[in-house]
């Protein structure tokens, strides 16, 4: 680590406690005040209700099979699904940064991202110190943010919600939970359970997250594997503590008047060998369930992962589609040169539509270094951007389409606010169409000029070619919100700058964040609102969906299987599924309708020469690939969210009534906007209510479940 590591260590004073044994930290009890402790009575007297949390993790247990098999039956565990939010599999989430990683005894940044509720590239914790290294980054203003264990924002929504937190790992404990009121170090799994038994019975903890360990240390002796009878019999036991656990909560004196969301989880897994700490699915692989006894509405959360690999558009790499009618020396091996994406080719409408996933920059924020303009697509007439606008304070990313017309400036802009302030995976889609479009001629009267020899030039009268009609212009963010719209009437212009002869380039001007682009479309006719809305969550379309007749380019960013090349060819180019369109062409003069190959996207890279920047082909080696979980937001919806390690972190806050943390970004700005510090979440604008809204959060709406007593 730097010299500049910032030593983020809070140390608490506390009595020691004759009850426990190998304390680090003794429990702190704040004065509660009396309000709070009890609360106004009313009905038949009963006590406010407290919203309570047990969070208890499996260190390293796994996911998926292994773990749904390893729990019996008829145990414990199992016999909360009925009233659970669950998932058996899951990724934690990824550290593809540091190629170099080698886990710590505990799995540290599995640990960190699952305590912090963010991701590697966000919480910046790369090893068992849990110092997450801070500086200054002067691009964008603002040093690199903090973002603490979860028990720091209880701390600072209300410092009276007493908290316990209960781990084998010292430094863990010292670092990352020294906010709870008490933190206890514990040697044996045994004692870990009993440690938090005992203050169950005794002390009312709002929240309390425990972790086990002997699952962890059985896998590495024999794998992560069914066969592995040390891990299958740890699990059967963790089965009987948990089973222990939930006795102890229920038979508190005020149980009936405590509102309990059990959490059980795990950070990570491993492979049959005994290793961990990768990227493979089977190192990443994690579970979550999220019990409330009264919970009317459970669910298997299950939206599966991406099908493959998404390739991992790098910070630096810019792409590039020819759709140019200038031949240059390089494009000797185009046949035909064409205009495939422009409007003059396309009767006046289109839609261009790219789904992706963002990652954090190297200043650990979702935000572009301007903070107000960062091009994604540009072609010559249309831009689709993110965008940050500081003038009203928002605090998200807007898509952006902008079609100019000339120098035409009355309105041919759309702005929208939208949010790819999240590892979640988002779709930006705009239609544009031309309506009641005609043609016409001026006449421009041109005086006669006089040349320096005194020669005149007779004045003439030339005729100005120029296009007017209608223009509409929507923009949705994951395909269910029309977030702007513009349409213009009496639009004119000269009829030349209705001509798009520029090629299509996908920037790598995101500065440092490195993002994964799934696919790029663009259909030859304006979308309606229902197909938008239909095909924004539908990945790899096929013949078989009615709109692909419509497609005029689609790009897929996947991992090509057994070298088919189906999706990159020649190490670089990413291809067009959309092999022909037809097109008018210029034959000797003649224009006609043919079949024209299309282009693939040229992926490219920056080099240095002469203190220029230009860019050149990548090579195989240039690219990776990572897998997703599926978290396009119609998908969540429908089938929930599969476990990663930022869901818990804010379920537990949500739970509790916490507010969710935010951020302010570029403070320096006196229009400074505000983003979710955690990552399984998104804070962003919304126009149709003319606020700020929290989205994709856990749980779901359990407000009638928390009546139950008034149903009784």
């Known amino acids: 680590m730097k010299n500049m590591k910032a030593q983020m260590i809070v140390k608490i004073s506390c009595l020691a ?3 426990l044994g190998n304390i680090l930290t003794s429990c702190t009890k704040y004065d ?6 009890e609360g106004d009575t009313t009905g038949e007297g009963r006590l406010n209700i407290k919203r309570n949390v047990l969070w208890v993790n499996i260190e390293g247990a796994g996911g998926g099979d292994l773990v749904k098999n390893a729990f019996p039956d008829d145990g414990v565990v199992k016999g909360l699904l009925p009233h659970s939010r669950y998932a058996w599999s899951g990724l934690e989430l990824e550290h593809a940064d540091d190629i170099s990683y080698a886990p710590t005894e505990e799995h540290a940044v599995a640990c960190a991202s699952l305590l912090t509720g963010n991701m590697p590239a966000r919480h910046g914790i790369l090893d068992n110190t849990y110092i997450s290294e801070q500086y200054y980054d002067p691009n964008t203003l603002e040093s690199i943010k903090e973002y603490p264990g979860f028990f720091q924002y209880i701390v600072d929504y209300d410092k009276s919600m007493s908290t316990l937190a209960v781990t084998p790992w010292e430094t863990q404990n010292k670092k990352l939970l020294s906010q709870a009121t008490c933190v206890v170090t514990t040697s044996t799994d045994e004692e870990t359970l009993n440690t938090v038994l005992t203050q169950l019975d005794v002390e009312n903890y709002r929240a309390t997250y425990l972790s086990f360990r002997s699952v962890l240390d059985a896998a590495k002796l024999g794998g992560w594997q069914s066969s592995n009878a040390g891990y299958v019999d740890a699990m059967r036991k963790m089965d009987d503590y948990i089973g222990q656990l939930l006795d ?7 149980y009936y008047y405590e509102d309990w969301l059990i959490v059980i989880t795990s950070n990570h897994g491993g492979k049959a060998d005994g290793t961990y700490g990768g990227m493979s699915l089977e190192e990443r692989n994690m579970f979550g369930i999220f019990y409330y006894e009264h919970l009317s509405h459970p669910l298997e959360m299950n939206p599966g992962l991406i099908e493959d690999e998404v390739m991992r558009f790098d910070k630096q790499f810019q792409g590039e589609v020819i759709d140019s009618i200038t031949r240059t020396s390089d494009l000797k091996n185009i046949k035909t040169m064409r205009q495939v994406y422009s409007l003059d080719s396309l009767n006046g409408e289109m839609t261009v539509e790219y789904i992706m996933a963002a990652r954090p920059a190297e200043n650990r924020s979702y935000v572009t270094h301007s903070h107000n303009q960062t091009k994604v697509m540009v072609k010559g007439r249309w831009t689709m951007r993110i965008e940050h606008d500081r003038s009203k304070g928002y605090n998200a990313s807007p898509i952006g389409y902008f079609y100019e017309w000339g120098n035409f400036s009355d309105g041919t802009w759309t702005q929208t606010n939208a949010g790819f302030l999240n590892p979640m995976i988002h779709t930006a889609t705009t239609t544009v169409k031309v309506s009641n479009s005609e043609g016409y001629t001026v006449d421009e009267k041109v005086d006669e000029k006089p040349d320096q020899w005194g020669n ?33 009437n009496s639009m004119d212009g000269v009829s030349s700058d209705y001509v798009d002869n520029a090629n299509l380039i996908l920037k790598g001007e995101m500065y440092n964040t490195c993002r994964y682009f799934l696919e790029v479309r663009i259909w030859n006719r304006a979308l309606t609102e229902a197909e938008v809305k239909a095909y924004s969550n539908k990945l790899k379309l096929t013949e078989a969906d009615p709109l692909y007749k419509n497609l005029i380019g689609y790009w897929q960013f996947y991992k090509d299987k057994d070298g088919e090349e189906k999706y990159l060819k020649d190490d ?40 220029k920047t230009y860019y050149t082909h990548i090579d195989k080696e240039d690219v990776s690939y990572m897998t997703l979980l599926n978290t396009l937001s119609q998908t969540v919806e429908s089938k929930g969210r599969l476990m990663d390690s930022s869901l818990p972190v804010p379920a537990v806050l949500e739970w509790m009534g916490v507010t969710l943390p935010l951020e302010t970004t570029n403070a320096n700005y006196a229009g400074a906007f505000r983003t979710s510090k955690l990552d399984a979440v998104s804070y962003t604008w919304n126009p149709l209510l003319s606020r700020s809204t929290w989205t994709q959060t856990v749980l779901g709406d359990y407000t009638n479940d928390l009546e139950w007593r008034d149903r009784e």
């Open 248 to 254: 102890a909560v229920k038979a508190r004196p005020n």
């Open 32 to 37: 509660t005040p009396l309000s709070v402790e």
């Open 456 to 488: 005149i030039t007779p004045g003439y009268t030339k005729k100005n070619y120029r296009r007017r009609g209608n223009i509409e212009i929507y923009s949705y963010y994951d395909g269910v919100k029309k977030l702007a719209s513009t349409k213009v």
């Open 17 to 19: 406690m004759m009850l």
């Open 572 to 611: 670089s180019l990413v291809v067009n599924q959309i092999k022909t369109v037809m097109k008018r062409v210029n034959r000797n003069g003649v224009e006609q309708i043919e079949e024209v190959a299309t282009e693939p996207i040229r992926l490219r890279k920056p080099i240095i020469q002469n203190g």
